[in-house]
Every structure is written in C-alpha cells, then in structure tokens.
C-alpha cells in the first residue's frame, strides 16, 4: 500500500510541512486507541503505530519527497529529438494547477511549482528554456485579457487527448486549430515554437505553412 502521506506529497496535495502535519494531526485523533471502541484491542493500537511511522518517514524525507523523490526521467530531449513519455501527464498536471498563472499565496506556490518542475524534468534540454518563454508569452497574454489564451490552452488539451486515443478525426481538429493559432495575430513567436514543437512529437504541423 505505501505511504499515505508520502503519496499526498508526491501528488501536491500536500505542500508544506505545516500541511502535513495537520494533515497526521487529524489522522491522529481518528485512529489513536483512547478514542477507538476497545472492542478492536491490539488492532487498533498497531494501526496507530504504523500511521504514525509513516508520518514520521514522510517529515524526515519531506523535501526528497515533494521535489527529488522521482528522480531522473531518462535521458533528457534535445531540441529535435522525442520527448519524454512523462511530458505529457505532467503537462496535463500543470494545466490542472491553472497554468498560466501567479500563484496567490504559499500552498498554492508550493502545488504550482512542483507541477511545473516535474513538466521541466521531463522537457529537459533547450526545451525548458523554450517553455520559459512560452509560459512568459502566455502571462502577458492572460494579463492583457487577449482572447488568444482559451484558444491556446485548448489546443494544449486537444493535443494530450490525441497522444492518448490518436482518432483521425482528433486529428483532423488539431491540425485545423494549430492552422488557426498560426495565423491569429495575438499569438507570438514563443507560442507558436513550443505548441509547434509539441505537435511535431505528434506527427502534426509539418504540413502547415508558417507565417
């Protein structure tokens, strides 16, 4: 079964340590054996125990966990070669944390930034300096309110949809939208590399004219 904390932290779901511990203090005071039925005796008392080791595993180890603990992702991409299989669930897990954004206050910093590093592990190379861009392009973008953004974050869902299920008529939809963004004044350069870099590892936009 694992660790119950250390998963949370993995997933972000716990992001400090004030979070986990809060998080054993409730765990606490459901499964501590002065507040159980004494019908469950010694059951109760190792279930404590266990629940307890495991809270005191995931505090020694807490920074390991939220950020090292997955260590490498293989061998990292360069600018034209494939991209890890990895980059697609930690790009759908950064638009989960509404990416594009300036978190707000320190748990959601903390759940942001680990979702954003793990997409940078599996990019590696150039390509996180190109998302550096792209990210910036994109701020600036929601700043300003322009339209362009919706559209741009959708096709970054369509293209994760499409690895996943590869329909021809997703297909055909991506590379109409793709066209579209290429040729929308409002998107610039920095967009228009990284998602195009995205649906070259697809197979996509070869056939579309730049602009």
């Known amino acids: 079964m694992g660790n119950r904390f250390v998963r949370r932290i993995k997933s972000g779901d716990i992001g400090t340590v004030d979070d986990l511990k809060s998080e054993f203090k409730a765990l606490a005071k459901l ?3 002065d507040v159980r039925a004494s019908a469950e005796g010694e059951g109760a008392q190792a279930e404590f125990v266990a629940m307890r080791s495991e809270f005191e595993h ?6 390991k966990h939220r ?14 070669g494939p991209l890890a299989d990895e980059t697609w669930p930690c790009l759908a897990l950064l638009l989960k944390r509404g990416f594009p954004k300036n978190p707000r206050h ?5 759940r942001y930034d680990y979702a954003r590093w793990r997409l940078e592990q599996a990019l590696g190379g150039e390509l ?25 974050l959708e096709f970054l869902r369509d293209l994760i949809e499409y690895r996943s299920y590869g329909l021809p ?3 055909t939809h991506v590379v109409l939208c793709l ?33």
Request: aromatic share 6%; net charge negative.
């Open 31 to 33: 499964t501590h054996p």
């Open 58 to 63: 995931a505090l020694r180890d807490f920074e």
């Open 67 to 80: 950020f090292g603990a997955r260590g490498a992702l293989g061998p990292l991409p360069g600018p034209d």
């Open 106 to 110: 320190e748990k959601e910093l903390l």
């Open 128 to 152: 996180v300096e190109l998302f550096g861009r792209f990210e910036s392009e994109l701020l600036f973008i929601r700043a300003a309110e322009m339209v362009e953004l919706d559209a741009i």
């Open 169 to 171: 008529s997703m297909r």
């Open 179 to 211: 066209g579209r963004l290429r040729a929308a004044l409002g998107v610039g350069e920095a967009v228009l590399d990284f998602i195009g870099r995205l649906a070259l590892e697809l197979g996509i936009g070869a056939e579309i004219g730049a602009r």
